[in-house]
């Protein structure tokens, strides 16, 4: 008998698993502000130039993320590339409101993978351990918007920055300002790439051609008067959308 209850059990659990992967088939899912969004009408748009645009409609919610390109990869939000930004609008109890990733100012999230110029006579802020860089001193910036950035930098043997860190975000910046670093021969500078209230990041994990699937989390500023300033989507999935002509 208890054989026969352990096989009910594991037959029912299999089950369970095997209807909630149809259901999730497709799926665009996440947090919005701490609460379950749920996308029940998907699709993801290619445009000719190969760029795709992700909508995902709920009651009285919809979702809307353009993407550069559909290539396999990493895509930031809240940047000067307006080909790829998000976008959220509800209309609960007939108040319309409208969320965007816009150029804002603000504190520094991100700067830019490249630098713009690796300067020279740079003493390194971090060391490389276990697959990552600690690092435990950072140098003061000028230019841009705001004031208060700091950064650590990654240098080579040479002393020429190759890369940066955020140590301190300072406020008042926005994506596109170009940073100096001090400190060497004060020639290196990198780009803000986004700041804190306006980014987020889309990773498309796969496309076959007919669907695609990844991860995205944003904040994205309000476009009007009443309602919440931010609206911030985190742990969100997409999976096997299916992949159809624009409109």
């Known amino acids: 008998m208890k054989k026969l209850v352990t096989l009910l059990v594991v037959t029912l659990a299999l089950a369970s698993c095997s209807e909630e992967v149809k259901f999730s088939n497709p799926a665009f899912q996440a947090y919005r502000d701490d609460v379950f969004f749920n996308g029940i009408d998907v699709k993801a748009y290619r445009s000719s130039n190969g760029a795709l645009t992700l909508v995902a409609l709920a009651q009285d919610e919809e979702v809307a993320i353009d993407i ?4 396999k990869g990493t895509y930031y939000l809240g940047t000067t590339n307006l080909n790829t930004m998000a976008s959220y609008s509800s209309s609960f109890d007939d108040v319309n409101l409208n969320y965007e990733t ?3 100012n603000g504190p520094v999230a991100r ?5 713009f110029a690796g300067g020279s006579g740079y003493t390194p802020d971090c060391v ?4 990552g860089y600690a690092c435990n001193s950072s140098h003061a910036t000028t230019g ?6 700091t950064l650590s930098v990654i ?6 920055v190759t890369s940066v860190k955020v140590a301190s975000p300072g406020n008042g910046y926005k994506a596109g300002d170009l940073i100096t670093i001090t400190g060497g021969g004060n020639n290196a500078k990198v780009r803000v790439l986004n700041v804190e209230g306006s980014n987020g990041e889309v990773v498309i994990t796969e496309n076959t051609g007919a669907t695609v699937t990844g991860t995205f989390k944003f904040n994205a500023i309000n476009l009007g008067a009443v309602g919440s300033p931010l609206v911030n ?13 624009a409109p």
């Open 68 to 71: 550069a390109s559909g290539a």
């Open 102 to 104: 816009k150029i804002i």
């Open 111 to 115: 700067m830019n993978s490249q630098m």
């Open 128 to 131: 490389l351990l276990d697959g």
């Open 144 to 149: 841009g918007s705001g004031s208060g950035l």
């Open 155 to 160: 240098t080579n043997t040479s002393g020429v």
């Open 233 to 245: 989507f985190q742990y969100g999935t997409f999976y096997k959308i299916p992949i159809v002509p």
